[in-house]
């Protein structure tokens, strides 16, 4: 075997490795989320139910709907669970290439990456998740009455707090280049009028609907996100 190829190779066994461990990880979660996953389903659709007073009832369209709606929950659930664990095994990933004082602050990465996720589902879940579901509500007809798929709620509401979970991630994945020298804070600052394009691309790509009102819930916080990665690594590294 060429020499040159042993390092690649070594490198598709430890992403086997992390990828083993992270699902290994998100099933020991899943185990401990799907004895609450009634609950955890509740949680994710409890916005709507809140922002209308309770007056909207859920229904289910399919005998199984509820089933799988809570399955998908547990799996949610297992996967929040063992965030911690995912986030390490990435690190444990990346490690071996960076030099001894760069290993140090695997610590404060894993502890930084659950919180920054942590706090974009939290976000997602007690702001915009009301404010979307109030400006729908809102603005449909008195003469239609508000019955909802539990099924399709939840799957906008997961949707929609997982990406805030990632996208919070934005501020640590900015500090992370600053930090490895990969780009400079004078860069990340002269393209801003650029990031705020993408911004809004990125959301219309990967918001759940369509509609503008939450592409622009969602872009707005990736604009500032962005802004607070360049004010961390500048309060810490410069």
Request: charged share 15%.
């Amino acid at each position: 075997m060429d020499d040159s190829s042993y390092p690649f190779l070594k490198h598709l066994s430890d992403l086997r490795i992390a990828i083993i461990r992270s699902i290994y990880g998100i099933f020991a979660g899943l185990v401990i989320s799907f004895i609450f996953s009634d609950e955890i389903l509740k949680w994710f659709v409890s916005s709507l139910i809140k922002t209308s007073n309770n007056e909207i009832k859920l229904i289910a369209l399919a005998p199984y709907e509820y089933f799988f709606s809570e399955i998908r929950a547990a799996l949610i659930g297992g996967i929040l669970i063992a965030s911690p664990w995912i986030f390490y095994q990435i690190w444990l990933f990346v490690s071996p290439g960076l030099y001894k004082n760069e290993k140090r602050i695997a610590f404060y990465f894993v502890f930084s990456a659950v919180i920054f996720f942590i706090s974009g589902i939290i976000f997602a879940q007690c702001f915009i998740l009301p404010m979307v579901f109030n400006f729908f509500v809102k603005n449909t007809p008195s003469y239609i009455e508000g019955r909802y798929s539990i099924g399709v709620l939840f799957s906008f509401s997961s949707n929609l707090i997982l990406l805030f979970g990632i996208v919070f991630e934005i501020p640590l994945l900015i500090f992370l280049l600053i930090l490895f020298n990969i780009v400079t804070i004078e860069i990340l600052k002269s393209i801003r009028r650029y990031i705020i394009v993408i911004a809004f691309v990125l959301s219309a790509i990967l918001t759940p609907t369509p509609d503008p009102f939450t592409q622009t819930a969602m872009a707005i916080p990736m604009i500032l996100l962005y802004e607070l990665g360049i004010f961390i690594a500048r309060l810490f590294i410069l």
